[in-house]
C-alpha cells in the first residue's frame, strides 16, 4: 500500500524531530560533573564581568588610573566575549564543552548577543578614544543590567540542565556555585553602583540599589557559610570552604563601610573613598573567585 506524500513528509518530520531529541539527550549525558561545574562557574563569570566593564568604564569616566582601567577594560571584554562564542559552541581552552540546549542557545543568541553587540560597540569606541565620551556612558548604563539579567536568565537554564542532566551531580551543590559566583558579581556591582553615585548619575536611585546589594552580599556570605533555607543554601561544612570564605569575610568587614558610607552619606565622594574602593573591590573579587572554584572541584568529585 502506497503512504500518500503528506502523511509521509509528516512521519519523516517526526522521526527527524525524534532524532534530533536523541541526539540531544545524549550529547548533554556525556557532560560530567566537572564540566557542569565549569559551565556554572563559567557562565555565571559573565555577570560579574558585565558589572566590571561598567565599573571600569566609570573608573576611566573618572579619570582615575586611565591607563590602567583601559587595559583591564580590553581585558575583561575579551574574556566576555571569549567566554560567550566557549559557552555556545565549545571551547577546549576553556574547557567547556558545546551547549546543546536548544532553549539556552536561543538565550544566548537571541537575548544576550543583541544586548552585548550594543555594549560591546561602545568598549570599543572608549579602548579607540581612550575616554569615555557622555553618550558611550549613557548607553553603557542603559544596557549593562540588561546584559547582566539576560545572562543571569542563563545561569538558571544552565542550573536546571545539570540538575536533570542524570549526571551524579547534588541539586543544592549546583545552587551553591550559582550563588557563589553571583557574589563575585555583587563585589563588582556594588562598586559599580559606588561609582555612579561618586559620578552623581541617578544619586538617590544608586544609593538604594548599593544598599540592597551590599544587604544581598552579606546575607548570602552568611548563607554560604551557614545555611539560608530561603537561597536553598544548605551551608558549608568543608574546613577548607570554610576557611576561604573566612578570608572573603575579613575582606568584607573592611570594604561593608565604604558602601555604608556611599549608601547613606548626602554630598560629594570624596576622591580617597573613590581610590579606597577601586584597590578594594578586587581582593575581594579574588577571594570570592577562590570560593567558587573550590566548590567546583567539589563538583568534580
Known amino acids: 500500500m502506497r503512504i500518500?506524500?503528506?502523511?509521509?513528509?509528516?512521519?519523516?518530520?517526526?522521526?527527524?524531530?525524534?532524532?534530533?531529541s536523541t541526539m540531544q539527550a545524549a550529547a548533554e549525558k556525556t557532560i560530567t560533573p566537572a564540566q557542569w561545574g565549569t559551565i556554572l562557574n563559567f557562565s555565571g563569570r559573565q555577570r560579574m564581568l558585565s558589572q566590571k566593564m561598567t565599573k571600569e568604564i566609570l573608573l576611566i569616566s573618572l579619570d582615575y588610573n586611565k591607563a590602567e582601567n583601559l587595559s583591564a577594560l580590553e581585558k575583561t571584554a575579551t574574556l566576555f566575549d571569549n567566554t560567550l562564542d566557549g559557552l555556545r559552541d565549545g571551547s577546549a581552552e576553556l574547557g567547556l564543552p558545546p551547549t546543546s540546549s536548544r532553549r539556552i542557545l536561543r538565550q544566548i543568541d537571541m537575548k544576550i548577543v543583541p544586548v552585548w553587540n550594543v555594549f560591546f560597540r561602545q568598549v570599543q569606541g572608549i579602548l579607540t578614544a581612550n575616554a569615555v565620551s557622555p553618550e558611550q556612558l549613557s548607553v553603557v548604563i542603559e544596557n549593562n543590567i540588561p546584559l547582566l539579567a539576560e545572562m543571569n536568565k542563563c545561569v538558571k537554564l544552565y542550573e536546571k540542565e545539570a540538575s536533570k542532566s542524570g549526571v551524579e551531580m547534588d541539586p543544592k551543590l549546583a545552587v551553591t556555585i550559582n550563588l557563589a559566583g553571583?557574589?563575585?558579581?555583587?563585589?563588582?556591582?556594588?562598586?559599580?553602583?559606588?561609582?555612579?553615585?561618586?559620578?552623581?548619575?541617578?544619586?538617590?536611585?544608586?544609593?538604594?540599589?548599593?544598599?540592597?546589594?551590599?544587604?544581598?552580599?552579606?546575607?548570602?556570605?552568611?548563607?554560604?557559610?551557614?545555611?539560608?533555607?530561603?537561597?536553598?543554601?544548605?551551608?558549608?561544612?568543608?574546613?577548607?570552604?570554610?576557611a576561604q570564605l573566612g578570608k572573603v569575610q575579613s575582606l568584607w568587614d573592611g570594604f561593608a563601610p565604604l558602601m555604608t558610607y556611599a549608601a547613606k552619606t548626602k554630598g560629594a565622594v570624596s576622591a580617597e573613598k573613590i581610590g579606597e574602593v577601586a584597590q578594594k573591590n578586587l581582593p575581594l573579587l579574588s577571594e570570592m573567585n577562590k570560593a567558587v572554584k573550590m566548590y567546583e572541584n567539589q563538583a568534580a568529585k
Not at 500518500?4 to 534530533?20: D, E, S
Not at 552579606?218 to 536553598?232: C, F, Q
Request: glycine share 6%; net charge positive.
Open 182 to 242: 553571583k557574589q563575585r558579581m555583587l563585589t563588582q556591582k556594588m562598586s559599580k553602583e559606588f561609582f555612579l553615585i561618586a559620578k552623581n548619575v541617578q544619586t538617590e536611585a544608586n544609593r538604594l540599589n548599593l544598599q540592597e546589594t551590599y544587604n544581598l552580599f552579606d546575607r548570602t556570605l552568611k548563607g554560604l557559610m551557614d545555611g539560608d533555607e530561603l537561597l536553598e543554601l544548605p551551608g558549608t561544612k568543608a574546613p577548607e570552604i570554610r
Open 4 to 20: 500518500p506524500k503528506g502523511i509521509l513528509t509528516k512521519i519523516t518530520m517526526i522521526a527527524f524531530c525524534l532524532i534530533c
